[in-house]
């Protein structure tokens, strides 16, 4: 077993996986109608997916980014600890972490998506070989 296998999408985990994705909030719904089937530059994302003990709401593997919507909970001390700790967990990993409040989805998808989008990385430029005449 790889270390991907080890940490991502843990089978211990695929009962919650699956509950969070049939139980998402709006806001949640809203972003994957435009994350889905690689609309969003051509990038795949996942729902629900977990890299370690954490689910995250959307991820992009190969840009190793993950997005994250947060309600209200999470502005209390306890959960903004616990985000801290999350977020460096996933760091340590070549995780990038973004996060937009709930909100924002409904006020601003635009920026939403474009923010998402400036944290792609740029496409590497062809290599062309030189051939012999």
């Not at 996986?17 to 909030?25: A, I, S, Y």
Request: charged share 35%.
């Amino acid at each position: 077993m790889d270390e991907y296998e080890q940490i991502h999408n843990r089978k211990e985990l695929k009962q919650f996986r699956k509950d969070l994705r049939n139980n998402g909030t709006p806001a949640e719904a809203t972003l994957w109608k435009y994350l889905q089937r690689k609309q969003l530059e051509g990038r795949k994302f996942r729902r629900q997916h977990s890299i370690g003990n954490y689910i995250l709401d959307f991820y992009c593997p190969s840009e190793k980014l993950c997005v994250e919507l947060d309600g209200s909970q999470h502005y209390e001390e306890e959960r903004l600890k616990y985000d801290e700790e999350r977020t460096a967990y996933l760091n340590s990993l070549d995780t990038k972490v973004i996060r937009f409040e709930n909100e924002m989805v409904f006020e601003d998808l635009e920026g939403v998506l474009e923010s998402i989008k400036n944290e792609f990385q740029p496409p590497l430029a062809p290599s062309f070989e030189r051939r012999g005449t």
